[in-house]
């Protein structure tokens, strides 16, 4: 890795968003492939985050100022990723489900999967099922994750979960669950492909079904 990507690797780990966008400017500027940048700078980075954060050596504020950090990057990365027709890992339609207010868990999923290289279509809070399933269609996702805090909440997963199979879209899309009270045996139970603690755990899950 040359000079300008150790330092853009760590002003991510560091959360330096002018900084980032600065390096990543300085990349392009250097004729380095976007895909370069984008691999060896960025995603390696926000990878060291996630290690950081399973092992405790980062926590939800530091990973929130790394993974905004590199936001900022990929807005400036991405017109060039676009003009060399560089495709996604793949297509993630986010969101807080029906009733349910909270948002901070949610977005920091969103910006992982960003980071780990996923186009995001994020519907925010209080997302009906039928929402879900108009973005479901429209953005043609791979992968539909759901995110609830409350308990009282959770019932509006596996509404959504089998609103999606009356739509006749299940067999088109891999559905990820999380959220404080949500379990590996609530996401079975409801029917749910995968389910993930946390943020950082979250990118793992949607690689893994990406490659089924």
Sequence with gaps: MNETLTTLFDAILSGDAAEVQSRVKT???E???PTVILNEGMIAAMREVGRRFEEGDFFVPEMLLSARAMQGGMAVLKPSLQQNNVRAAGKVVIGTVKGDLHD??????????????FEIKDMGIDVAAEDFIEALRTEKADIL????????T?????????????AGI???VKIIIGGAPVTEDYAR????????????RAVGVAESLMRR
């Design 27 to 29: 990349a392009l500027d």
């Design 189 to 200: 139970n409801i029917g749910a492909d995968g389910y993930s603690p946390d943020a950082s």
């Design 145 to 152: 994750a759901l995110s609830a805090l409350l308990t009282t």
């Design 170 to 172: 299940r067999e088109t």
């Design 104 to 117: 901070i868990g949610k977005n920091l999923v969103a910006l992982m999967l960003e980071g780990a290289g």
């Design 31 to 33: 004729k380095q492939e």
């Design 154 to 166: 959770l019932p509006s997963m596996k509404q959504t979960i089998q609103a999606v199979e009356s």
